[in-house]
């Protein structure tokens, strides 16, 4: 059966520092990638997403970058956080064949101070 | 652009209550639609989808929604809340064929008392 991890589960960093927040999917092969924030009260924003290795879409234009390094890695990025980055972080997958629903990761908890 | 609205942000009921989430959307060509839950500390996970067929379409736990194309909705209800139910559910949307994404509405946080 097919998993999705994320780590870390939440993580605490000063404005100005880097982040590096890490997604894997795994028991799946070549599945279309998201990444996307929640913010209390405003739903999920889709951040970026990504149907194969290099190839990353950005829907908002932001601080924040990512990279599919490998098949089934996505990793979110930034190089100085802002205040405004803070909140949760979901990573998702769904199959590249069916057009299906996405199945979500355990999120990130990221507190810019 | 679609966009998805789900007007309750915040809805509390007594156990056994009957539950009706609104969930409109604009986009006027075809669409798959999906009522996700988030359960206290829990995923994110699928309740139900409907992408063809019977507007009417059974999730788990009971819960049902029904497509009505004419009012660009897409309901959630269950006939008897339970406490076990107390989490956030978020409608969303995605042009048929399309797997680039989701739109999300803002989420409504339900609250069942015991």
Same mark, same amino acid.
């Given at each position: 059966?097919? @998993?999705?991890?994320?780590?870390?589960?939440?993580?605490?960093? $000063?404005?100005?520092? $880097?982040?590096?927040?890490?997604? @894997?999917?795994?028991?799946?092969?070549?599945?279309?990638?998201?990444?996307?924030?929640?913010?209390?009260?405003?739903?999920?924003?889709?951040?970026?997403?990504?149907?194969?290795?290099?190839?990353?879409?950005?829907?908002? $234009?932001?601080?924040?970058?990512?990279?599919?390094?490998?098949?089934?890695?996505?990793? =979110?990025?930034?190089?100085?956080? =802002?205040?405004?980055?803070? #909140?949760?972080?979901?990573?998702?997958?769904?199959?590249?064949?069916?057009?299906?629903?996405?199945?979500?990761?355990? #999120?990130?908890? =990221?507190?810019?101070? | 652009?679609?966009?998805?609205?789900? /007007?309750? /942000?915040?809805?509390?009921?007594?156990?056994?209550?009957?539950?009706?989430?609104?969930?409109?959307?604009?986009?006027?060509?075809?669409?798959?639609?999906?009522?996700?839950?988030?359960?206290?500390?829990?995923?994110?996970?699928?309740?139900? %989808?409907?992408?063809?067929?019977?507007?009417?379409? %059974?999730?788990?736990?009971?819960?049902?929604?029904?497509?009505? %194309?004419? %009012?660009?909705?897409?309901?959630?209800?269950?006939?008897?809340?339970?406490?076990?139910?107390?989490?956030?559910?978020?409608?969303?949307?995605?042009?048929?064929?399309?797997?680039?994404?989701?739109?999300?509405?803002?989420?409504?946080?339900?609250?069942?008392?015991?």
């Amino acid at each position: 059966s097919q @998993t999705i991890h994320q780590w870390p589960a939440t993580l605490v960093q $000063p404005v100005g520092s $880097p982040l590096s927040l890490e997604c @894997t999917v795994e028991g799946t092969s070549n599945p279309n990638l998201y990444w996307y924030r929640q913010a209390a009260g405003r739903g999920l924003q889709l951040l970026f997403y990504s149907v194969g290795i290099g190839q990353i879409s950005s829907e908002v $234009p932001q601080n924040l970058s990512a990279s599919r390094p490998q098949d089934r890695q996505f990793i =979110l990025s930034s190089k100085k956080l =802002l205040l405004s980055d803070s #909140g949760f972080y979901l990573c998702a997958w769904n199959s590249g064949f069916s057009y299906n629903e996405q199945f979500f990761g355990p #999120g990130t908890r =990221l507190t810019v101070l | 652009a679609q966009s998805v609205s789900q /007007h309750n /942000h915040h809805v509390i009921l007594s156990e056994a209550a009957s539950l009706e989430l609104g969930c409109n959307y604009s986009y006027g060509g075809t669409v798959n639609l999906f009522w996700y839950v988030q359960y206290p500390g829990q995923h994110l996970q699928l309740l139900l %989808k409907y992408f063809s067929g019977d507007p009417l379409v %059974k999730g788990i736990k009971g819960f049902e929604a029904e497509f009505i %194309k004419s %009012k660009f909705s897409f309901n959630l209800r269950k006939p008897s809340v339970q406490w076990s139910d107390t989490a956030e559910y978020f409608c969303a949307v995605n042009r048929a064929g399309s797997a680039r994404q989701l739109t999300f509405g803002s989420g409504t946080q339900l609250t069942v008392l015991p």
